[in-house]
């Protein structure tokens, strides 16, 4: 097994993180569809599609993207 520097623990909360991400972009994806339902279908699957290629391409961004972080106020 091939380890990168990383513990179980960050492996896991980097997953979990992975999954709450995807989460919340199909959940975005499924209330654009719903306030579009009169709409064509077309425009409706433009919407999905992008949905499936972000959530493909999140673990992709989270390795090369740097880390955003929030300072306290």
């Known amino acids: 097994m091939i380890r990168f520097g990383l513990g179980l ?3 896991w909360a980097s997953g979990l993180e992975l999954a709450l991400r995807g989460s ?10 719903t306030l579009l339902s009169r709409r064509s279908a077309a425009v409706r699957h ?7 290629v972000a959530v493909l391409v999140l673990p992709l961004a989270q390795q090369f ?3 955003w972080r929030v300072l306290p106020a």
């Open 46 to 52: 433009v919407v999905w599609s992008a949905a499936l």
């Open 65 to 67: 993207v740097p880390m």
């Open 24 to 33: 919340l972009v199909l959940a975005v994806a499924w209330l654009l569809t």
């Open 9 to 11: 623990t960050d492996g």
